[in-house]
């Protein structure tokens, strides 16, 4: 087309070189030299249009493209935050297990009226402590600082709010909250009235916290302590549940991120 238009203007110039050496045709060729400059002046314009509409077309290709890159990357840091917080509850949910198995030891001791046994001091060191989680949310909070609907999959971007702004603020608003409050509130304050807190160490020279009940005896009898540690079990169960469940969840989100990245 460029060809062409050039092609055009090289005959009009030398149209009019002819026409001045040729004043008898001018007044016969006025109309068709102005139709040829309209033409002229029309194709111009047209490759003017043109030329901005393909700019516009090439800049809204690249900016798609960065658009999906930077969305390809937060869909990467998430997908790793997702894989630590896995690890990071698959250790809570081990460290809950044993608690719970301490607790549940310490209930089958009391309720069977069994004699006391030295495995006794690291269940009574332990069943009333509690686990913090802090599950890894640095690349969900750098993708609310660019915009959540840098995510253009609706359904993943929705299960990416659910996971991190609801199931995680579970975690640490209300089943820790409650944990601690048993704790701080019932279960340690009784704990340093009725035990002797003391260490030893292990076959690898690891200190551990051990601790003993002043008066074994009267603990057997004693249903205010059952009822602390029922509370416990029965919060510690809760817990687990909700970390198995989560993990669950977790899993499945990260398979939704690998089917997006494929994409």
């Known amino acids: 087309m460029l060809r062409f238009f050039r092609h055009l203007r090289q005959n009009l110039f030398s149209g009019n070189m002819n026409d001045q050496a040729n004043p008898r045709t001018q007044f016969n060729k006025t109309s068709y030299r102005a139709f040829r400059y309209l033409l002229y002046a029309l194709g111009e314009i047209v490759l003017i249009v043109v030329g901005i509409l393909l700019a516009l077309y090439l800049d809204n290709i ?5 658009a999906r890159e930077t969305e390809i990357e937060m869909l990467e840091e998430l997908r790793s935050n997702l894989v630590s917080n896995i690890d990071i509850l698959n250790r809570t949910l081990r460290t ?23 495995t006794l001091d690291r269940a009574f060191a332990v069943y009333f402590w509690t686990i913090s989680t802090n599950p890894v949310t640095g690349g969900y909070e750098f993708l609310k600082s660019k915009g959540i609907d840098l995510i253009t999959n609706d359904s993943l971007r929705n299960e990416i709010s659910f996971i991190f702004e ?54 057997l009898d004693d249903n205010e302590f059952k009822s602390i540690n029922t509370e416990i079990i ?7 549940n909700s970390l198995e469940v989560l993990i669950r969840e977790i899993e499945h989100l990260i398979v939704q991120i690998d089917a997006e990245l494929e994409r």
């Open 62 to 66: 690249n900016s798609e493209k960065q």
């Open 96 to 118: 809950e297990s044993e608690y719970l198995h301490y607790n549940e030891m310490i209930l089958d001791y009391l309720d069977d009226r069994k004699p006391y046994d030295e």
């Open 166 to 219: 609801n199931e995680f603020s579970i975690l640490k608003n209300e089943n820790e909250v409650w944990s601690n409050n048993l704790q701080q509130n019932i279960s340690y304050p009784y704990h340093v009235k009725h035990f002797r807190r003391y260490y030893a160490t292990d076959e690898n020279n690891n200190e551990i916290e051990l601790a003993r009940p002043f008066d074994y005896q009267s603990l």
């Open 234 to 240: 029965s919060n510690r169960k809760w817990n687990i």
